[in-house]
């Protein structure tokens, strides 16, 4: 594929799909509040809810932002875990409930403690020497489930299969990581409104692509991978091939890629009346 032209195709892509289709995604609670702090909390519900159909991961979000008030941030500061698993007593989002609520936010209240918000927690383990951020978010994945959690779950050390582990995926297991890195990409680029470059000490070169159903399948479509399982290697290829158009931003591209999938404009199978109008059908290999 001739790089100037993917870059062509990607960049009116990204043109295209700007803040007017926020609606699609759990991006827009995010962006509903404009305190820093308030955002940094509210993206890590939003980001760690991202799985599933796009009407109920907004029902979800908008279950537990409410339950927290009018600052994510305050209520995360104020969060006693006895009495705070009352707040999502009875809450479901598919493989959650409540009590891996609570205990994400008792996770960011910690955190918090400890280096005066998550994102001085991620940093603990970053680099601008690394490739990418594989070694600080497995650092940060471990670091998290490290935490106390015994007055959420009322044991001493994590159960293997307490729901809480489920928002912090290490890609050291080969996991793609995707709502983690959907988490960064929010928190770190900047250049645009889109995302928020609230994380300053973290470089937006280094972020790695949330790879998901939609944007794995697109991108061996445009021949960015040919993987075919979207793990963690293929969310690093993805990505590599994305930096040789924009290596200080690598991951620009990634919210219009997924409106592609998420608004049924990229079709499973090569359909005429669809296919004739894609915004990326001069690249596309369908």
């Known amino acids: 594929m001739d790089s100037r032209k993917l870059k062509a195709q990607l960049e009116r892509l990204y043109r295209t799909f700007d803040l007017a289709f926020l609606a699609s995604d759990p991006l827009e609670f995010v962006h509903r509040y404009s305190a820093p702090e308030d955002r940094e909390i509210a993206g890590l519900i939003a980001s760690s809810l991202a799985y599933g159909k796009v009407a109920g991961i ?22 006693d875990p006895r009495r705070g698993k009352e707040a999502f007593k009875g809450f479901v989002h598919r493989f959650n409930n409540g009590d891996d609520m609570a205990c994400l936010l008792w996770f960011a209240r910690q955190m918090i403690e400890e280096k005066g918000s998550i994102g001085g927690f991620f940093e603990k383990g970053y680099s601008k020497k690394d490739v990418n951020i594989k070694r600080a978010l497995s650092a940060f994945s471990e670091g998290a489930l490290s935490l106390d959690s ?27 990581c995707k709502r983690l890195n959907l988490y960064l990409r929010w928190m770190v680029r900047r250049g645009d409104r889109l995302d928020f470059g609230i994380w300053k000490g973290v470089d937006p070169a280094g972020l790695v692509i949330p790879l998901d159903t939609h944007v794995a399948r697109i991108s061996r479509n445009i021949g960015l ?9 293929m969310a690093e290829e993805v990505t590599e091939a994305l930096k040789r158009l924009d290596p200080k931003d690598p991951v620009k591209y990634d919210f219009a890629i997924c409106r592609l999938g998420i608004l049924d404009r990229c079709p499973k199978k090569s359909d005429r009346s669809k296919c004739s109008s894609c915004l990326i059908a001069g690249i596309c290999v369908l």
């Open 58 to 79: 907004k029902r979800s979000v908008a279950r537990v932002l409410g339950a927290m008030g009018p600052s994510p941030y305050r209520f995360t500061k104020r969060f």
């Open 150 to 176: 015994s007055a959420i779950y009322g044991r001493k050390a994590l159960a293997p299969k307490a729901g809480v582990r489920f928002f912090f995926p290490n890609p050291r297991d080969g996991s793609p």
């Open 225 to 233: 991978s040919k993987r075919t399982s979207p793990d963690w290697r």
